[in-house]
């Protein structure tokens, strides 16, 4: 089964060579080219040259796998966190995790900052308007037609739609809720309204979530917007800015909350709205 | 290309590292025939081998860098590649009955190089051949492929207790022929 070369070194022979090729060899005879062939590149050579090129994988192939992007920084942590490589994918394309998102949610937030220290009474307020508004325009933003670049190939895709939705909101209360709370700690005023604010954010989360049933989720963020900039600016002028968080303002956002989840709950087996068609 | 083909395995592999494309296709000339080959005799889905090898050069890609130098390149490529093969068939919830087979060295030194050694002259194969065909699957994807026995156990199927059991018996009777018999 071995010959011996001029060199001098041992090598398979070439019918023991065929047969570990063809599959037909014996165990040992396979064991033992087997070991040999990791060791010397003569019997790899001739092992290339009895092996037809149907059997590997074509070159192309390789390469054309090789020249993949890696995926990004969010989705490898999506994945670490435990999520499936599909709905890492489709958490991490959201527009909110790109770095513009988060530079632009940072320079809104040092305007807050700084409005805060220059004018301290205006840059309650000013907090108080803008700190709900960026989780919830960052869920509108997060998905549907007029903002999602994946919107077509997820629409196409076996992917629930409501499980793409929360998907993407969650990745958006990870990045943007704890910048805000932060920014709320820095403030000179009560801790309690670093936090106090994710009430009326959580309500208003739930509304644009449901009310994306029927409308373009960024209308549905710009009704809520309006609505909250409104409340604040009587808050403001009314020279209370935390009325904004009394007990009967608290116990509106719960309620707000409450009915949309309920009727999300309540449309979720529903028919699908008419504006994801277009 | 053909300059480069006189160039040594590892001298290749740091060019893949430096992101040398035509120095993996070198690397893919040289080796994927043998490790295609020798993953069929260990799954016989030629497409799951083909993704295998694939799996193997794309790995190879993205961690080149990780050769330590020491030791064959081939060695290290089917440590790549049979660690592929066996996350390949666990994602697909299967496992393959493996004919026989083959090498790295594991822990219990003295009995594998005696293995090692004899199948190169012969007399370890008589001993091999007469071990169950359960123990000497063990042998072949321990002591011959380099498996770890918890990847062993993923490989065969079988709990990764019931490949450390194999191995001990497999390796108590190829001492006894081994090492007793011809002292």
Redesign the interface.
């Known amino acids: 089964m071995s010959n011996e070369t001029a060199s001098g070194s041992w090598h398979v022979g070439a019918e023991s060579l065929r047969s570990w090729v063809d599959g037909d060899a014996g165990s040992l005879v396979s064991v033992s080219v087997e070991q040999h062939v990791l060791k010397c590149a003569h019997c790899r050579d001739q092992v290339a040259a009895l092996v037809p090129e149907s059997i590997r994988p074509p070159w192309d192939d390789v390469l054309a796998a090789i020249e993949v992007p890696r995926p990004g920084l969010a989705h490898r942590l999506f994945v670490r966190l435990g999520l499936s490589e599909s709905d890492a994918k489709v958490a991490s394309t959201a527009p909110t995790l790109r770095v513009a998102w988060l530079l632009a949610t940072m320079g809104v937030l040092l305007f807050v900052v700084l409005t805060a220290v220059l004018a301290q009474e205006g840059g309650l307020g000013l907090f108080l308007m803008i700190a709900p508004l960026i989780p919830v325009t960052g869920v509108a933003v997060a998905y549907g037609p007029s903002s999602d670049p994946s919107y077509e190939t997820v629409v196409a895709a076996p992917f629930a739609m409501v499980r793409l939705i929360l998907l993407r909101t969650l990745s958006v209360l990870v990045t943007s809720v704890p910048l805000v709370v932060i920014t709320g700690l820095v403030l000179p005023t009560s801790p309690i309204v670093a936090v106090a604010w994710l009430l009326p954010a959580a309500g208003f989360i739930a509304v644009v979530l449901t009310a994306s049933n029927w409308v373009d989720p960024t209308h549905a963020a710009a009704a809520v917007g309006v609505a909250w900039v409104a409340l604040v600016s009587w808050a403001v002028r009314i020279d209370d800015p935390l009325a904004v968080f009394a007990p009967v303002a608290m116990g509106a956002y719960v309620v707000l909350l409450v009915v949309a989840i309920l009727a999300q709950l309540y449309r979720l087996f529903g028919s699908t709205p008419s504006w994801r068609l277009h | 290309m053909e300059d480069r083909t006189g160039r040594p395995?590892d001298e290749l592999l740091r060019a893949v590292a430096d992101g040398d494309?035509g120095a993996?296709?070198v690397l893919?000339?040289?080796?994927?025939?043998?490790l295609?080959?020798?993953l069929?005799?260990r799954c016989n889905d030629?497409g799951v081998v083909?993704?295998v090898?694939?799996d193997t050069?794309?790995a190879v890609?993205?961690g080149a860098g990780r050769y330590r130098g020491e030791g064959?390149v081939?060695?290290w490529l089917?440590g790549v590649a049979i660690r592929r093969l066996v996350s390949r068939l666990r994602s697909r919830g299967r496992s393959v009955e493996v004919?026989?087979?083959?090498?790295t060295v594991g822990s219990d030194v003295s009995v594998e190089e005696r293995v090692?050694a004899g199948?190169?002259y012969?007399d370890a194969?008589a001993a091999?051949?007469r071990l169950s065909p359960e123990m000497?699957a063990v042998v072949?994807a321990t002591v011959?492929d380099g498996l770890s026995t918890r990847e062993a156990g993923r490989l065969l199927g079988v709990p990764r207790g019931t490949v450390k059991t194999r191995l001990h018996r497999a390796k108590a009777q190829l001492r006894r022929e081994l090492v007793e018999g011809s002292a």
């Open positions: 395995d494309t993996l296709r893919y000339d040289r080796h994927s025939p043998w295609t080959v020798r069929v005799r030629r083909a993704e090898v694939q050069f794309v890609w993205q064959e081939a060695g089917w004919p026989f087979a083959d090498v090692l199948v190169e012969g194969g091999l051949a000497r072949q011959l």
